[in-house]
């Protein structure tokens, strides 16, 4: 009977908060989603390329498990709250029939364990699967054949969330249940009484209001204005007048509602000013609440922005044009290429010719000087000073002047072409071919544009013109050498200025056959684990989708679950914030219906406090992440290389329309409380 009575309890606990049961299994999904990132394909690749990060990634992951879990206590113990106070007056019935504080306390704890199991069995399998589709669509982002997938189930992290969670849980109904126990009978049976606080002055409000207004845009400047390279100054600038505004515009809002009120009730009718007094009093009594809400939700649309534009940002893994980049001398090159050993893996290798020409020297302090005559870009920068003033004009024409180019051998550039399968290029006399490096792709535009003009350039006091073509290609295997601007130029004058140094490195292409057969991935970890065995120096292709991954991993993984995890905690706790405060004043609703207001009219009375209590928070961090978004965009993606403006605007719109997406579902649901809290009323009024 004990048990009967326990899963009848936990059953219409689950179904009068449906809220909270669903968030509760979308924060066990993500939790476990974080927890068995060790066991995702991606990682296992990266652990053949990036062993060391991937370790002190995978180390990290608990510290933020534990962190969040400190959030998610917040969650379950409003949720948790809220339901003992909806049913306080079943308590007291219960301690007025002699049952003992011992067995409710029993009761209560067998409720939560149950609700926990049955919130782990939805969660689980939905966690199983959500896992199964974000190593599918990284295997198929970055190729099945470099991957590979494999089904896993972490024991680990199903046993960290399991346990987590069921802690959290506890620990909430522990410390409730005590607090419920000091408790008499006859307060259980009167519920929670409203909360009566200080109301401030309306000079004083408005001044808070001013303030907080003051403090925001401070914060918004800096951010959009000073706040370049991530400078710690303009950082605390901006968290301090940030948090700070946040917290006093809340603190001020109660007594523009008050005035936009008192207007508005001359000319209005219905339940206008019991609805404006009720959303008044909700800012008033709980502005600080209301201003960390808001502060949480701002966290997750960053967090959600970040998250997407790493992703889609780094999504385009680097050009596959060389498969290994070898370095070393000539003869033991060659011997090891043309061995029995490794000869059938390979295609073509080659030597790639590339060198700083000489235009700049070291001076004995380590600075950079250049040779006066050796070289000059002034026909280019000319061309480039006509285009439009732009951010990005300055920076080409400054990184031009920081970065002497190297030179590439025409026979060498052409090989690499040749490998590609493309057609070998050709040079008028007296012409040279520009290269800029992938990597940095934000001048390309600008470039492009300026050698249609076919600009000068001097080489050793020779004037060369430089072909309308602009060539990106990686001319060697990831980083084995950082080349922004290069020169193409024939093998005689790539001769006459470097002398007859050896090639800085062959690059090899493994037989295409091959690659097909096994997959790209196994196809150059066999390559590499047998040159491995040799005294060359070497890079991978591999080694650069390693790196990239790893930044999407740790950048977007880790962003998009706590950005997650505060969306969940932010509101759901701030609808039960609301539905608390609701059930606190029910006496309003039934003095209403006793004066004969409709059941209808009460409903849509709580909606339209609903909608402008959520839009009241959600519009304070939609606001202010629309100048963090901004600020972090130019600040820390373009700083790594992702992507431009334009690309990043659309990003952060995707971010923004699935989080208002989730706003809307949100409110459905509380506005789904409160309308069934709003019929029991009516229904006991009319008992």
């Known amino acids: 009977m004990f048990f009967n009575h326990m899963i009848r309890n936990s059953r219409r606990s689950r179904k ?36 060391d990060a991937v370790g002190k990634l995978l180390k990290f992951i608990p510290v933020i498990y534990f962190i969040s879990l400190f959030f998610v206590f917040f969650l379950v113990y409003f949720s948790n709250r809220y339901q003992l106070q909806r049913r306080s007056h079943e308590f007291g019935i219960y301690q007025i029939l002699g049952m003992k504080h011992g067995k409710l306390f029993l009761i209560l704890m067998g409720e939560t364990l149950w609700s926990s199991l049955i919130a782990l069995l939805f969660g689980i399998p939905i966690s199983l ?70 109301i401030a002055s309306n000079r004083s409000g408005w001044v808070r209001l001013f303030l907080g207004i003051l403090f925001l845009l401070l914060a918004y400047g800096f951010g959009i204005f000073l706040f370049y390279s991530l400078e710690l100054p303009a950082l605390m600038v901006i968290l301090i007048a ?92 060659k011997d090891i290429l043309d061995s029995e050993e490794v000869s059938p893996y390979i295609q073509v290798y080659y030597p790639m010719d590339l060198s700083n020409f000489g235009s700049w020297t070291f001076d004995d302090e380590g600075q950079i000087v250049e040779v006066e005559g050796a070289f000059s870009w002034d026909g280019l920068l000319k061309e480039i000073e006509t285009l439009p003033k732009s951010t990005s004009r300055e920076n080409l024409y400054q990184n031009l002047i920081d970065n ?53 350039i001097r080489l050793y006091s020779k004037v060369y013109t430089l072909a309308p073509d602009l060539y990106t290609h990686n001319l060697v295997a990831d980083r084995f050498i950082s080349i922004m601007y290069a020169l193409v130029v024939p093998d005689d004058i790539y001769h006459d200025v470097v002398g007859d140094e050896d090639p800085y490195c062959w690059n090899v292409i493994i037989q295409p056959d ?39 991993v740790g950048g977007s993984y880790l962003t998009l679950y706590l950005g997650v995890l505060f969306l969940i905690i932010a509101n759901t706790v701030l609808g039960l914030k609301f539905l608390i405060q609701q059930r606190n004043t029910r006496h309003r609703y039934e003095t209403l219906l006793i004066l004969g207001a409709d059941e209808e009219a009460l409903y849509s009375s709580t909606r339209t406090q609903i909608r402008v209590y959520f839009t009241l928070v ?59 809290e709003i019929r029991r009323l009516n229904q006991i009024n009319k008992g």
């Open 242 to 333: 940030g948090i700070a505004g946040t917290f006093l515009v809340f603190s001020g809002l109660a007594t523009f509602i008050g005035q936009w009120i008192r207007k508005r009730s001359k000319r209005s009718t219905g339940l206008f000013a019991f609805t404006g007094r009720q959303v008044q009093e909700n800012v008033l009594h709980q502005s600080k609440f209301l201003a960390i809400a808001s502060l949480l939700i701002l966290m997750a649309i960053m967090g959600l922005s970040y998250g997407i534009a790493i992703v889609i940002g780094n999504g385009d893994y680097a050009e596959r044009t060389v498969d290994f980049s070898l370095k070393g001398e000539e003869h033991a090159v």
């Open 404 to 456: 002497p180019p190297f030179l590439v051998s025409l026979s060498s550039f052409n090989a690499l072409f040749e490998s590609m399968g493309d057609q070998a290029i050709v040079l008028n006399p007296d012409e040279l071919a520009f290269y800029a490096s992938g990597q940095f792709p934000t001048n390309h535009d600008e470039l492009w544009t300026v050698l249609q003009s076919h600009p000068e």
């Open 129 to 198: 699967f959500l896992t199964e589709l974000i190593s599918l669509a990284t295997t198929r982002l970055v190729g099945f054949g470099i991957i590979g997938h494999q089904f896993r189930v972490s024991l680990q992290g199903l046993l960290g969330t399991a346990l987590g969670f069921m802690a959290v849980q506890l620990l909430a109904m522990v410390l409730l249940s005590v607090r419920m126990s000091r408790k008499e009978p006859i307060e259980l049976l009167k519920g929670e009484k409203e909360t009566i606080q200080k």
């Open 16 to 51: 009068e908060n449906r809220l909270y049961f669903s968030s509760l299994i979308v924060a066990i999904v993500v939790g476990y989603v974080l927890l068995s990132l060790g066991d995702q394909d991606v990682i296992f690749f990266l652990r053949t390329l990036e062993s």
């Open 514 to 552: 091959y690659v097909e057969e096994q997959g790209l991935m196994q196809a150059l970890s066999h390559v590499n684990n047998i040159l491995a065995d040799t005294d060359l120096e070497r890079e991978s292709y591999l080694t650069g989708i390693g790196r990239e991954l790893f930044y999407v």
């Open 618 to 676: 959600i519009g304070v961090a939609v606001i202010s992440s629309i100048f963090g978004i901004g600020s972090m965009f130019r600040s820390i993606l373009l700083a790594m290389n992702v992507g431009d403006m334009g690309e990043l605007t659309i990003i952060s719109g995707i971010a923004v329309f699935v989080f208002l997406l989730i706003e809307l579902c949100y409110i459905w649901l509380i506005q789904s409380e409160s309308g069934r």
